[in-house]
Nanobody
């Protein structure tokens, strides 16, 4: 299984980015998929997740109302639309499947998001 994240970059506070995670070797439709982030000196945390059926979306409190997770099953790709970005959103963002609270597959390289104030 390979997960390839893209779409990160440098953006000013208040700006937007759309991240993409292309999966190969597994179907995202059969997995709960999640976006994680890891800021310098901090543990990796789940930011958003989408259920197997795509009917349930969950977000960590700090991004509710600003981030939206979605997926395109035909492209086997998961997206994270990030609006109203804040400097505290600066981190490397990763995607992975979730089983309970545990990530399933080997981590990809992630994509760096840097938000300037």
């Amino acid at each position: 299984v390979q997960l390839v994240e893209s779409g990160g970059g440098l953006v000013q506070a208040g700006g937007s980015l759309r991240l993409a995670c292309a999966a190969s070797g597994t179907s995202i439709s059969f997995n709960t998929m999640a976006w994680f982030r890891q800021a310098p000196g901090k543990q990796r945390e789940v930011v958003a997740k989408i259920s197997v059926g795509g009917f349930r979306l969950d977000y960590t409190d700090s991004v509710k109302g600003r981030f939206t997770i979605s997926r395109d099953s035909a492209k086997n790709t998961v997206f994270l639309q990030m609006n109203s970005l804040k400097p505290e959103d600066t981190a490397v963002y990763y995607c992975n499947a979730l089983r309970g609270d545990t990530s399933v597959y080997r981590w990809g390289q992630g994509t760096q998001v840097t938000v300037s104030s």
